[in-house]
């Protein structure tokens, strides 16, 4: 047992470590498999294996065979190696959370009509689930979806939508939103898929007004900004997080396309100059593809994303089109 430590136990934020149950002492809990009966040899195994990812002061919490031929492992470990967390920037969703009600007012007030939001799992894609917590009525982990909001005309196309159906649609609806699902990502169809959906935005002249959110477990928001979108949320997210960007973003951009004042910037941050008439072309940020780490924080994201060997990625595979 060790000592019970006297006094607040100070943080070090230059030299972060997992905390156990003193301060700085690294300690985790892992957890794995091996394809072996549990055994004296089989312990032994995982602890060199948890040796090698550079752990000491491990000790097996468990050992249990799941299944013929498996064993299972909880093992606690100290990890020697800390991180600074006051080095630490990350690329986020600019956008506070607010509640349904709140946007909904702030549509009513201060846009006037419906915002047009049309959300589908595109490609080959049939995992809907996402894309409904996000949409349905219902909502997800107690968070009411879209369709649920007066103010927004939130239209859940479904799965296997076709990316030049969504522009099509997003054309004839003068969408405002468009919010793809991506889960499969085998043979990176998502980035294929996503990045597809772009050009087409772009060759449809859609990149000014329209708002491009994706989602899905493996999608971040480096990776959508990296795809040419304007947002990525993943695993957790919740209709109000989109819904709070999708309205923040719609006032930021109406205030530098039409110089109309955004009622929701915040009062120490200047107003955006209206855009001239043609934009001047700029990259979005480099970043790590997947990875929450970055070494910059956008403020404001100009549209502009795809890199030139983006766009020699190939078509999407895509399901028949219905008669
Ligand atoms: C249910 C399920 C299915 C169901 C789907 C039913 C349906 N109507 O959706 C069925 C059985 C059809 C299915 C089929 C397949 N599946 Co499947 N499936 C799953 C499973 C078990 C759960 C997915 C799920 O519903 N998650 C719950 C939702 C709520 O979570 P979520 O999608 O992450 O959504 C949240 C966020 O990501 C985010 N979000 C998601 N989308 C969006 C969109 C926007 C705009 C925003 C803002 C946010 C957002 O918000 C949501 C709420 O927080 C997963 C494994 C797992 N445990 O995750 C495998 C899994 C996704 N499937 C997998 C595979 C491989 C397949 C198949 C290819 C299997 C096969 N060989 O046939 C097929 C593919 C079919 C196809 N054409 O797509 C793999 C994918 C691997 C990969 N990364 O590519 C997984 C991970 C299983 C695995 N471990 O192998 N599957």
């Given at each position: 047992m060790s000592e019970t430590p006297k006094g607040p136990q100070k943080v070090d934020l230059k030299r972060l470590k997992p905390y156990g149950?003193?301060?700085?002492?690294?300690t985790i809990q892992i957890c794995f498999t091996l394809p072996v009966e549990a055994s004296a040899e089989a312990r032994e195994a995982a602890v060199q294996l948890v040796q090698k990812m550079?752990?000491?002061?491990?000790?097996?919490?468990t050992m249990e065979n799941v299944g013929r031929g498996f064993s299972m492992f909880v093992i606690y470990a100290n990890v020697k190696v800390p991180v600074d967390f006051t080095k630490i920037e990350v690329v986020k969703v600019e956008a506070k959370t607010r509640a349904r009600d709140e946007l909904d007012e702030v549509i009513k007030t201060h846009i006037g009509r419906k915002l047009v939001v049309l959300g589908a799992c595109t490609g080959y894609d049939a995992h809907t689930v996402g894309i409904d917590a996000i949409m349905n009525m219902k909502g997800f982990a107690g968070d009411y979806g879209l369709e649920r909001y007066q103010w927004l005309d939130a239209r859940n196309l479904g799965a296997q939508v076709l990316n030049e159906e969504l522009i099509k649609l997003a054309v004839s609806e003068k969408a405002d939103a468009i919010l793809v699902s991506k889960v499969v990502t085998q043979h990176n169809i998502h980035i294929r898929d996503l990045k597809d959906l772009i050009t087409r935005a772009k060759k449809a002249g859609l990149m000014d007004r329209l708002i491009f959110v994706a989602g899905g477990p493996r999608v971040t928001h480096p990776l959508a900004l990296e795809c040419g979108f304007d947002a990525g949320f993943g695993v957790g997210t919740k209709p109000s997080d989109v819904a709070s960007y999708i309205v923040e973003e719609f006032l930021r951009r109406r205030e530098r396309l039409d110089g109309i004042p955004n009622p929701l910037r915040p009062t120490d941050e200047p107003a955006r100059a209206k855009a001239p008439a043609k934009p001047t072309k700029k990259s979005a940020p480099k970043t790590k593809r997947g990875s929450a780490g970055s070494k910059l924080v956008v403020k404001f994201r100009p549209k502009k994303a795809m890199?030139?060997?983006?766009?020699a990625r190939k078509a999407s595979p895509r399901r028949k089109a219905k008669k």
């Open positions: 149950d003193i301060m700085g002492d690294g550079g752990l000491d002061q491990i000790k097996v919490a890199t030139t060997g983006a766009r």
